[in-house]
């Protein structure tokens, strides 16, 4: 009698040692990232504009904040606004803000903000234009090391929102809007 010698399946053998390490490492991140990219970011992003609106807009969570004072003071037609008084309204946004130093430059339809917080200086740029009564962010994109914090779409979507909503409580309406270089000018009815 002859005894069938079963054969075992052949183990797949595990990358191991450093590369094999490294590569578990590499997938973990990867994972990381993306969940971050996908659940975290627009989170974040959608808060730091509520905050930021808070402070210029008012919300139930706020009583006192400047862009309702801003608007019912524009009179109804063009305004003309340049970039020296855009900056001069900064000029103390660090007490108001947790950033250093923060400035606009207005240059062929698009305001560009430089914003220095925590030591690191990071820009935001965005065109706009009006669609039915509403003021409309044209390509809002965010540079340097807030860019990989915040998604400059759900950023610009909060503030955006808030300045509507405040133009729509104190029943004023953007008709047009345009930046020319050092010059924003908005009509108003």
């Given at each position: 009698?002859?005894?069938?010698?079963?054969?075992?399946?052949a183990?797949?053998r595990?990358?191991?040692?450093?590369?094999?390490?490294?590569?578990?490492?590499?997938?973990?991140?990867?994972v990381?990232?993306?969940?971050?990219?996908l659940?975290?970011?627009p989170?974040?992003?959608?808060?730091l504009?509520?905050?930021?609106?808070?402070?210029?807009?008012?919300?139930?969570a706020?009583?006192?904040?400047?862009?309702?004072?801003?608007?019912?003071?524009?009179?109804?037609?063009?305004?003309?606004?340049?970039?020296?008084?855009?900056n001069?309204?900064l000029a103390?946004i660090?007490q108001?803000?947790?950033v250093?130093?923060?400035?606009v430059?207005?240059?062929?339809?698009?305001?560009?903000?430089?914003?220095?917080?925590?030591?690191m200086?990071?820009v935001?740029?965005?065109g706009?234009?009006?669609?039915?009564?509403?003021?409309?962010?044209?390509?809002p994109?965010?540079?340097?090391?807030?860019?990989?914090?915040?998604?400059?779409?759900?950023?610009?979507?909060?503030?955006?929102?808030?300045?509507n909503?405040?133009l729509l409580?104190?029943?004023?309406?953007?008709?047009?809007?345009?930046?020319?270089?050092?010059?924003?000018t908005?009509?108003l009815?």
């Amino acid at each position: 009698m002859r005894s069938s010698a079963r054969r075992l399946p052949a183990r797949r053998r595990e990358p191991s040692g450093c590369a094999g390490q490294l590569i578990r490492l590499s997938v973990g991140l990867l994972v990381i990232v993306a969940l971050y990219l996908l659940l975290a970011r627009p989170q974040l992003s959608a808060a730091l504009g509520r905050g930021i609106a808070d402070l210029i807009a008012p919300s139930p969570a706020t009583a006192e904040a400047p862009l309702p004072e801003l608007i019912a003071a524009l009179p109804t037609g063009e305004v003309t606004v340049s970039e020296a008084e855009i900056n001069g309204y900064l000029a103390g946004i660090e007490q108001a803000l947790p950033v250093e130093s923060a400035s606009v430059r207005l240059i062929a339809n698009r305001a560009i903000i430089t914003v220095r917080a925590y030591g690191m200086t990071s820009v935001a740029s965005s065109g706009i234009t009006v669609r039915d009564g509403r003021v409309v962010p044209i390509d809002p994109q965010i540079e340097g090391p807030l860019a990989a914090l915040v998604s400059a779409s759900d950023l610009s979507a909060a503030l955006n929102e808030r300045l509507n909503a405040e133009l729509l409580r104190q029943g004023r309406q953007v008709v047009a809007a345009r930046i020319d270089d050092g010059i924003l000018t908005i009509v108003l009815r």
